[in-house]
């Protein structure tokens, strides 16, 4: 967790998945460790520290939405990445910049029912086996749907088995138990029965089931599903977990890390700022701007798990700025994201080392992916030079989409290996990238800047 993370050590790890950039991943370090160092403070005191938003200042692909991504990863904080330019969009009303709240909450409750679940997970599989036994050894007969009243009475019962049936059965469980755990059942197929989700409606974040009243007195809608053993046992291990959280926990859990840990990023934030004018966008970007501020200062925000404070989130924004300036943003706006990062564009050695030194980079998932096709791939020193200065050249022609360059010029060089790698008749093939190979396959290589002669 964070708090046991100094500084340094936030940006060691951010540094294995993205290069340079040193000046932001300083920045969301430091804000980092400042939750922890609040949360150490008294109450009376720890009210009155609120998180110092950080705006992000660079172009695209230089690793802006990488680093927030992957600080609320490393920290295990709810997270959501939203562009402010949807709310500009026709038909927009104010109140749906509260659904960046909701769907953060959504995000914090999934998270920790998932981490609730790992807990109960060895009581729930043990369950879920004696279910999948019972299932194998006596499966249940087709009924005809029972009367409801019959229900409430108890008198839609099962007859009664025989002591030689469950002699019998219990026997099959046995052998069943057996095959199970060795794994020769996986694909048998079976049918199971799952309870059907009720439809809702949501009304200002408040969820409405239809077709809810008494619905605790009558049973539940369920449908039956024929599946293969390995996909019913996750099915059965779901729904045992969910039998042993207490769902209320859950709720409260979530309700307080997205309010104490959530990271909200909010990009494309210089294509909401303009200059205010009587007619034209400016005046919808303007409103944008001012429905976000509520948020972003500190409001409550109703949700289907109850009311969320947003004062103690962290807010990072981002945008290229290659238009607007940071000024254009209405002052309120400003005064809420105090700390300004600037990102450098990426230069032909940050090209080489988002090649090499990353552990996602390019190079290994490429290998890795055409090894799965017998395809082992290696790659020149002097290759990953040509390939970072085509990809440069790429970006100074055209438009520099910074390092997602390096995407599209590993599509068009692996092209016809990716094609014809593939089939149970393919050898072993072993293909070291030279540079010489490069310039083959890349017609990129062969564009010239025409900008500089233009006068």
Known sequence: MYKEMTPR??????????????EAKRAVAIAL????????????MREEVFPKNILMIGPTGVGKTEIARRLAKLVKA???????TKFTEVGYVGRDVESIIRDLTENAVRMVKDEFAEKVRTRAEVMAEERLLTLLADPPKPQKSANPLDVLLG????????????????????????????GELEDRELEIEVEESAPQLEVDGAPIAIGNIMGDMLPKRTKIRRVKVKEARKILVAEESSKL????????????????SGIVFLDEIDKIAGKGSSNGPDVSREG?????????????????????????????????????????????????????????????EDFIKILTQPDNALTRQYAAMLEVDKVHLTFDDDALSEIARIAMLANEVG????????????????????????GDEMPDVYLNITPAYVNEHLKTARQVDMRKYIL
């Open 288 to 348: 944008v701007q001012r429905d976000i501020l509520p948020i972003v200062e500190g409001s409550t925000v109703n949700t289907k798990y109850g009311p969320v404070k947003t004062d103690f989130m962290l807010f990072i924004g981002a945008g290229a700025f290659h238009v607007a300036k940071v000024s254009d943003l209405i002052p309120e706006l400003q005064g809420r994201f105090p700390v300004h990062v600037n990102l450098k564009s990426l230069t032909q």
């Open 78 to 84: 709810p997270f959501i990445k939203v562009e402010a």
């Open 155 to 182: 008198k839609a019962r099962e007859p009664e088995k025989s002591d030689e049936e469950k002699n019998a059965i219990a026997l099959r469980r046995s052998d069943l138990r057996e095959q199970l755990r060795r």
């Open 399 to 422: 438009e520099d989409i910074g390092a997602r360059r390096l995407h599209a010029v590993f599509e068009e060089l692996l092209e016809d290996v990716s094609f014809n790698a593939g």
């Open 9 to 22: 050590e936030v940006v060691r790890e951010l540094d294995r998945y993205i290069v340079g950039q040193d």
């Open 33 to 44: 460790r400042n939750r922890y160092r609040r949360s150490c403070l008294d109450e009376k």
């Open 245 to 260: 959280i207490d769902q209320d926990a859950v709720k409260e859990e979530a309700v307080r890390r997205t309010e104490q």
